[in-house]
T-cell receptor
Framework: KAGVTQTPRYLIKTRGQQVTLSCSPISGHRSVSWYQQTPGQGLQFLFE???????NKGNFPGRFSGRQFSNSRSEMNVSTLELGDSALYLCASSLVTSGTTTDTQYFGPGTRLTVL | KNQVEQSPQSLIILEGKNCTLQCNYTVSPFSNLRWYKQDTGRGPVSLTIMTFSENTKSNGRYTATLDADTKQSSLHITASQLSDSASYICVVSPMFSGGYNKLIFGAGTRLAVHP
């Protein structure tokens, strides 16, 4: 079974630009979550989508947005890029989502975004 | 204050030795606690998942323990190998987060195994 794929793997943008990252979950998985990872802050939760609906959102500004399509693929968009947005953006998929499940999350390799 | 704190920040051990990584958390109540391994430049991989009622969970040479009274977890690595060099991240899922994927991550422990 193919794993979680993310495209592109590397991206260089300049301040003020916008960027769209893509994530394809494992076949059959309906939940997709996005995370930002920086050396100073570690992994931080951005948002989670399930069946095309955003179920949870972390503490990030409105410049960060996402969506999920009917085939469970998800995209994340960052508008008006800032230097501090430079990070590894990770996507993770799982079968279902609920408050107490121990369903395993599978992470993709990430997209390394550099903002100049 | 971080709700999930890990120690040490980094660790160097010799191949074949054992080591223990610590995780202290304040998240309460919580649904489950996970340990992930993250190789450089790659996404995290799940090692163990424990619910609040479990005390220990093993995955090969990795054994995680949980003490809900003291709010501490540890990850013990036995007979370390060079491939164990990675960051190990402790993650706690709050009980009433409205969706389990609202996870709280520790900063990780960077382990280097030397020959």
């Amino acid at each position: 079974k193919a794993g979680v794929t993310q495209t592109p793997r590397y991206l260089i943008k300049t301040r003020g630009q916008q960027v769209t990252l893509s994530c394809s979950p494992i076949s059959g998985h309906r939940s997709v979550s996005w995370y930002q990872q920086t050396p100073g802050q570690g992994l931080q939760f951005l948002f989670e989508y399930f069946s095309e609906t955003q179920r949870n959102k972390g503490n990030f500004p409105g410049r960060f947005s996402g969506r999920q399509f009917s085939n469970s693929r998800s995209e994340m968009n960052v508008s008006t890029l800032e230097l501090g947005d430079s990070a590894l953006y990770l996507c993770a998929s799982s079968l279902v989502t609920s408050g107490t499940t121990t369903d395993t999350q599978y992470f993709g390799p990430g997209t390394r975004l550099t903002v100049l | 204050k971080n709700q999930v704190e890990q120690s040490p920040q980094s660790l160097i051990i010799l191949e074949g030795k054992n080591c223990t990584l610590q995780c202290n958390y304040t998240v309460s109540p919580f649904s489950n606690l996970r340990w992930y391994k993250q190789d450089t430049g790659r996404g995290p991989v799940s090692l163990t998942i424990m619910t609040f009622s479990e005390n220990t969970k093993s995955n090969g040479r990795y054994t995680a323990t949980l003490d809900a009274d003291t709010k501490q977890s540890s990850l013990h690595i036995t007979a370390s190998q060079l491939s164990d060099s990675a960051s190990y991240i402790c993650v706690v899922s709050p009980m009433f987060s409205g969706g389990y994927n609202k996870l709280i991550f520790g900063a990780g422990t960077r382990l280097a195994v030397h020959p």
